[in-house]
């Protein structure tokens, strides 16, 4: 009987945000570092609604994190949560450990 694979619904969730483009741009962005939303605007080319539709979505999925300035709670600054994406990459690594250990088998269809 095979083996009945399970998966972890958040980090498929995960994945499925990260599959967009521009939000792979943003993260490759902010793994630079800090950035309100006018610098990732002026680097994306994106219009500024679009640009917080995506940080919307990365904040969402816990892929980013924000602050606003004490002083001036205008501002909003966003970074990379890396917890997210090391969960994520775990699992990644697993699977790849995985395959690489398994063996292989005849192939029985035609």
């Known amino acids: 009987m095979p083996q009945v694979l399970t998966?972890?619904?958040?980090i498929l969730?995960?994945?499925k945000v990260l599959s967009d483009g521009h939000r792979?741009?943003?993260?490759a962005l902010l793994a630079?570092?800090?950035?309100?939303v006018c610098e990732i605007t002026d680097q994306m080319?994106?219009?500024?609604?679009?640009?917080?539709h995506h940080l919307r979505v990365l904040r969402e999925q816990h892929l980013i994190m924000s602050r606003r300035k004490p002083e001036d709670q205008r501002w909003v600054y966003y970074r990379i949560n890396p917890e997210t994406l090391e969960r994520v990459a775990?699992?990644?690594?697993?699977?790849?450990?995985?395959?690489?250990?398994?063996?292989a088998h005849p192939i029985v269809c035609p």
């Open 7 to 10: 998966y972890d619904d958040d």
């Open 13 to 15: 969730a995960t994945m």
């Open 24 to 27: 792979q741009r943003i993260l």
């Open 32 to 36: 630079r570092g800090e950035h309100c």
């Open 45 to 52: 080319g994106l219009p500024q609604n679009s640009v917080s």
């Open 90 to 103: 775990r699992q990644l690594q697993q699977w790849a450990d995985e395959a690489r250990s398994a063996p």
